[in-house]
């Protein structure tokens, strides 16, 4: 197996999580004699202040030739004040368009080590397994006409979907869904909006296609309520772009840590892998950042981009392994005094537990 990665760390705990990731995708192509070549490419606020811009040419260049692309996370404080065609998610927001990956996968997992982190009740969150498929390159997000009128003191965004858009990543939810507890959720906003409107319609026409598979509707905010009250209901959430960020921030309350999250996006020229959280200001340099969620990332690049459903199951089954040990990161420690370990620790933790492995 042969594959070009490049990895766009970025800013805050991006570069130390997304070393731990590295080092488990080393390892599995070392273990398994897998040729996976690594480039490195600025993006985001050390791009801008390397190059002046939050996506350089270069990289850009890079990522399009590469067969995947894994990023860590964009922005900082320093850069808050910047309209936003100019801040560092600018660069995240160009290079999800330019590599064209429209579906956003998003899982949540209550692991079974965890229950008693999420502030949800265990009985509640026990056995949850959800997937978001966030729609990533329509919405709110790119939709013209978008601007702030400082004079007239009028802002605008324009939430604006295409009968195709809502098809292609429907598609991939349905299909999704079919290989696992067959239901899938599609969120709107269908009682106030005609851009859900549009959504519900075309996705329940894209579910005559799908019959095995049991489709209903929510409306976001019944269901970030029922996300919570209810999370083993869940099976595959289909959202537009925004809906979709907010709900699978939310759902980390089921996991326990937004630190936990991974994601994938599909569907376009190059697959782009990045976990769910961002640079985390707060915590970034200080050896802090739980790297599970990176890792777990790293799984579903195996999975999606290499092919390698083996090996993404040994990373997935070796984080879980490091939990049931009883290894915290600070995010999850929750009280506890022992074997609460820093980002490389854990990293550390979950490369000898995967080197085990996948040598048995
Ligand atoms: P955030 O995800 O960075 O952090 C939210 C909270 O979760 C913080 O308390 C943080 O410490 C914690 N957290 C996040 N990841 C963690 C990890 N791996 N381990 C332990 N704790 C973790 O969100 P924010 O604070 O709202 O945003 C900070 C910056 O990140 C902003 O500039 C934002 O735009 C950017 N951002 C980038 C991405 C991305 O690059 N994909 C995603 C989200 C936010
Ligand atoms: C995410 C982030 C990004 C988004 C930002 C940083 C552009 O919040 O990946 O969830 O809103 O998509
Ligand atoms: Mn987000």
Redesign the pocket.
């Known amino acids: 197996m042969k594959l070009q990665i490049l990895v766009v760390a970025?800013?805050?705990?991006?570069p130390e999580?997304t070393g731990e990731a590295v080092k488990i995708l080393k390892a599995v192509g070392e273990l398994g004699g897998h040729d996976f070549t690594f480039r490195e490419a600025l993006i985001?606020g050390v791009a801008i202040k390397a190059k002046g811009t939050p996506l350089p040419a270069e990289t850009l260049d890079v990522a399009l030739e590469s067969d995947a692309v894994f990023?860590?996370?964009?922005?900082?404080?320093e850069?808050?004040s910047l309209p936003p065609d100019r801040?560092?998610?600018a660069g995240?927001l160009q290079l999800r368009q330019a590599l064209g990956g429209f579906a956003n996968l998003r899982p949540s997992f209550a692991y079974s080590a965890l229950t008693q982190n999420s502030p949800l009740r265990p009985e509640v969150v026990d056995g949850a397994d959800i997937l978001f498929v966030r729609e990533l390159l329509g919405g709110l997000y790119f939709g013209e006409p978008r601007a702030w009128d400082r004079e007239a003191g009028s802002a605008w965004n324009t939430m604006r979907y295409t009968r195709e858009e809502v098809i292609r990543v429907a598609r991939i939810a349905f299909e999704l869904a079919g290989k696992r507890r067959k239901k899938l959720t599609s969120v709107d906003k269908a009682n106030v909006l005609e851009v859900s409107q549009l959504w519900r319609a075309t996705v329940t026409e894209v579910a005559q296609q799908y019959p095995d598979v049991t489709l209903e509707h929510q409306y976001v905010d019944a269901c970030s309520m029922h996300l919570m009250n209810t999370p083993r209901n869940f099976d595959v959430v289909l959202t537009e772009n925004l809906f979709g960020d907010i709900l699978s921030?939310e759902a980390a309350v089921i996991t326990g840590?937004?630190?936990m999250l991974p994601s994938a996006t599909i569907g376009g020229q190059v697959n782009l892998y990045?976990?769910?959280?961002?640079?985390?200001?707060?915590?970034a340099g200080k050896g802090?950042?739980?790297?599970l969620?990176?890792i777990l990332t790293a799984a579903m690049l195996l999975r999606h981009s290499a092919g390698l459903e083996q090996d993404a199951v040994a990373v997935e089954e070796a984080v879980k392994s490091v939990l049931m040990e009883g290894y915290r990161?600070?995010?999850l420690a929750r009280g506890q005094q022992q074997n609460v370990l820093s980002t490389k620790e854990m990293g550390k933790q979950v490369y000898r537990t995967l080197c085990e492995r996948i040598d048995r």
């Open positions: 970025g800013d805050g705990i991006g999580v985001g990023l860590g996370a964009v922005g900082g404080n850069f808050n801040r560092p998610e995240l921030d840590s937004l630190g990045e976990p769910v959280h961002g640079s985390a200001p707060d915590i802090l950042a739980n790297p969620g990176a990161t600070a995010d």
